[in-house]
């Protein structure tokens, strides 16, 4: 199994953003930045989504994703993840993006509205860069 190196975790604890490229039906590439969050005792790359938004959608499709960061201090330091989506769930979503909002915008809760309801996005690395 791959797993992230420990020398990047670090990326995960302040505001990296992240870049994850999935396919539409078309089989034409969607690339969009996000927040990123990553479960060490899973091993998995967490990314937090509105459902029915496009990359919601083209993983239910096709699972397959790439991840690609680099360190807001350092650009010239990076990340780059492929792998797949195992798992899009509902549980704990709400409670992650809250999580997520304390760290890149310094609030206590996510704004704009939701509009549906939040999902999580759990990728298992296949590949590490």
């Known amino acids: 199994m791959v797993s992230i190196p420990e020398g ?3 990326l995960f604890e302040k505001a990296t953003f992240a870049h994850v490229a999935t396919l539409t039906d078309e089989g034409l590439p969607h690339v969009t ?3 990123i969050d990553y479960d ?6 967490l990314i937090n989504t509105e459902r029915g938004r496009q990359k919601e959608r ?3 499709n096709n699972p397959g994703v790439g991840v690609s960061m680099t360190d807001p201090e350092d650009p010239y330091r990076f990340l780059s993840v492929i792998g797949e989506v195992e798992e899009v769930t509902t549980d704990g979503a709400r409670a992650h993006i ?6 890149y915008q310094d609030v206590d809760e996510y704004q704009p509205t939701i509009e ?3 999902v999580m996005l759990r990728i298992r690395p ?3 860069l």
């Open 126 to 128: 296949d590949r590490v």
């Open 40 to 45: 060490t005792a899973d091993d998995r790359l």
């Open 98 to 103: 809250d999580e997520l909002a304390r760290r």
């Open 58 to 60: 083209n993983v239910r």
């Open 33 to 35: 930045p996000v927040w």
């Open 8 to 10: 990047f975790h670090d």
């Open 116 to 118: 549906t309801e939040r």
